[in-house]
């Protein structure tokens, strides 16, 4: 039955909207890192709620917590860097964007990461990895991002993100690559 059904691979900002997890039309899947980030102890309270939900939902095998392989996880870093998302993405991004990329790899039906991230997003168009943003639009087309300086014009690695420029000093930033 399981095989037949669309597999939706959550992204912790899904489950923070509070949808009601057995209404969803298919099998769900996340990785442990998206529980941890819901669970975080300053948090609690306001996400019991949410937890309770998550719980009953893998009680009844309508949610499945699984960690991304790690070659998966490899070949998601090696394809940010190539869009220029690699220091924006977050280990739990990371995880993510790679279990969807080994489920879709796994199985024959849809497979769908659900996010409201842009820079996932586009990382997802990059792996040609189905995503649905849900309560806003997602991104219209892929983006390549490049790091440079915004006073000396200096071009960086995408590894450079959030660091100061050799030459001026100036922090550096990111803008779409020109084409």
Do not use: H
């Not at 959550?10 to 899947?29: A, E, H, K, R, S």
């Not at 392989?69 to 860097?81: A, G, H, W």
């Not at 490049?146 to 420029?165: G, L």
């Amino acid at each position: 039955m399981k095989e037949q059904l669309k597999i939706c691979v959550f992204d912790t900002n899904i489950f923070l909207l509070g949808i009601q997890i057995n209404m969803v039309d298919g099998i769900i899947y996340t990785t442990p890192s998206v529980i941890e980030e819901i669970r975080v102890e300053r948090y609690l309270d306001k996400n019991r709620t949410i937890i309770s939900r998550i719980e009953a939902a893998i009680d009844s095998e309508k949610l499945v917590i699984k960690e991304p392989l790690d070659s998966y996880i490899k070949k998601v870093k090696i394809n940010s860097k190539i869009t220029g998302d690699f220091k924006v993405l977050s280990k739990v991004d990371f995880d993510l964007i790679a279990l969807a990329l080994e489920l879709k790899d796994t199985f024959k039906q849809e497979i769908i990461l659900y996010t409201n991230d842009y820079s996932m997003e586009n990382l997802c168009l990059q792996l040609n990895i189905p995503y649905a943003p849900l309560c806003k639009n997602g991104i219209d087309g892929k983006i390549v991002w490049e790091i440079y300086c915004p006073f000396c014009q200096d071009v960086f690695n995408v590894e450079s993100y959030n660091s100061s420029c050799e030459r001026c000093g100036q922090k550096l930033k990111r803008r779409k690559k020109k084409v």
